[in-house]
């Protein structure tokens, strides 16, 4: 039985290893060494191929190496293929402190310092307690609610949207489109952790910023395409907003000309906020395969109608 890794690599060669070590009765292949294709049951990957169904007549799960699947055409691989998505306790380290360190930027005005360090100028802002700043999360999944508990250890004003009710001790949680305006007017920092699906594509737009709060500040931990970029722009010059931080972008790289990169408004990393660790990931995705191996069902396995 043989297991085809399809990702970055360089990272392959620590997935070998693992694999060597505490796996042996599995077969890891990189692609695109794919020897025989019977033999391949699993499949490790951040995209796959869209002639699945023929190139691999014996796959029996596809495990993203990514905790978001929106790289992934779901409606080109095999309906009865399930299909989960990595839960590396890594990633979420990562995010986590992605957005512990953009939110304490953006509530602690680290843009304009920066802009006055550029400036030579000394000049004091007036500080605003944590427990009065209003941080919103948008995706209360496995990063979302992590997220959430690093920032009440900080006392931040917590509040939280997805689209199912959830209860979460200490953070006012909104479910649905009925209840969003009612989210965005309570959030001074907004953070997307969304999945990328078709009900959320481009939905941080103009009409979106137009409801939150005044000189609010977003952070796009999600992907790229969930922000309209033309409209950020927008919203910044007219004050709406009063910042961003961005990992993600609807074009990565993103062009040499592209207006966010010398923006003062605007900070933005190349989609680093965190980065599937092979050392904690490796126990992920081979518990999920011993647990399909006994029958049981994929941990973090996705629903292929919502797209997440
Ligand atoms: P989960 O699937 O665990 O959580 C998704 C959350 O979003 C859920 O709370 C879900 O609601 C909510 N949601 C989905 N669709 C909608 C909708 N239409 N309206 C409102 N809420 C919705 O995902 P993760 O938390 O693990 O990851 C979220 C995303 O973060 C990933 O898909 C990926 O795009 C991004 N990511 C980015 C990384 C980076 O390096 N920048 C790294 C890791 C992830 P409900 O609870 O009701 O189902």
Redesign the pocket.
Known sequence: MALLYKADPQRGERWRQLFAAHAPDIEFRQWPDIGNPAEIEYLAAWQAPDDLATLLPNLKALLAI?????QLNLSALPPHLPVA?M?DPG??Q??CE?ATWAVLSLHRDMLRYRAQQQAGAWEARALVPASQRRVGV????????AIVKCLQGLGFALS???????QLTGVECF???AQ?PAFLGQCDILIC?????E??RG?LDLSLFEQLPRGAALIN???GAHLNEADLLTALASGQLSGAVL??LGVEPAPADHPFWQHPGIMLTP?????TQPDSAFAVLLDNIRRHQRGEPLNGQ?DRA?G?
């Open positions: 990514s905790a978001g699947v929106d998505r839960l990633i979420t990562g995010m992605y948008m995706g209360m999944g496995q990063q979302g609610k939280g949207w997805a689209r199912s009710a959830h479910a649905g489109p969003l952790l969304l999945p990328l699906t009900q959320t939905i931990m999600g992907r990992d993600v989609h680093i906020a965190a980065m996705i919502d997440y």
